[in-house]
C-alpha cells in the first residue's frame, strides 16, 4: 500500500488484482446486468489510484474500495433513472436483459432502492449497519428494504 501510495503501478497493479474480481462481483450482483460493469469497476480503481492519499487506514483500503464501487453505482442508477424518465415519456419501453436466469431476472426487476440493500446485505453479507452506511439509509430503512425485498422476489420465485 505504502509504494501504491507513492505512485509505484506494479504496487497498485497488485492491490488491483488482489481486489477486481470481488469489486465486479459486488457490482454485478448491485446492477443486476453486466453491460456496464467494466467501465464501473475501471472507474472504481481510478478513484481509489487517484485518491489513496486521502485513504486515512491504509489496513481499509479492500473496505474502502467497495464504498467507492457502491458510490459509482448508486450514480449509474440515478443516471439510469433519468433516462428511464426520459424514455417513458418518449413511450419507450424498458425491458429486462435477455439471458439471465429466473432468479437473477427477478432480482433486476427489484427497484434499485430495494435491490442495493437486498444485495449488500443478503447475499455480500454486509451488517444492517455497514448496509445503512453504503446505501446512506438508516438502518430501520436497510431492515425495511431488505425485507421488502425478500417479499417480492419470494413472491415472484413461487
Avoid at 113 to 136: I, N, W
Wanted: glycine share 4%; proline share 4%; charged share 30%.
Amino acid at each position: 500500500m505504502s509504494r501504491a501510495r507513492e505512485g509505484n503501478r506494479v504496487a497498485f497493479e497488485q492491490l488491483y488484482r488482489r481486489h477486481a474480481r470481488r469489486i465486479a462481483g459486488l457490482v454485478y450482483r448491485l446492477l443486476a446486468s453486466d453491460n456496464e460493469l467494466d467501465e464501473l469497476v475501471q472507474e472504481t480503481f481510478l478513484a481509489a489510484y487517484e485518491g489513496l492519499d486521502r485513504l486515512r487506514e491504509p489496513e481499509r483500503f479492500g473496505s474502502w474500495l467497495r464504498s467507492i464501487a457502491v458510490h459509482n453505482v448508486r450514480q449509474k442508477i440515478a443516471r439510469r433513472r433519468r433516462w428511464r424518465n426520459v424514455l417513458e415519456r418518449l413511450t419507450v419501453p424498458t425491458t429486462v436483459e435477455p439471458g439471465l436466469g429466473e432468479a437473477a431476472q427477478s432480482l433486476a426487476q427489484l427497484p434499485p432502492e430495494l435491490r442495493m440493500p437486498f444485495v449488500l446485505h443478503k447475499l455480500d453479507g454486509y451488517t444492517v449497519e455497514e448496509t445503512a452506511s453504503l446505501c446512506r439509509i438508516s438502518k430501520a430503512t436497510a431492515k425495511r428494504r431488505c425485507a421488502e425485498a425478500s417479499k417480492r422476489l419470494a413472491r415472484r420465485m413461487s
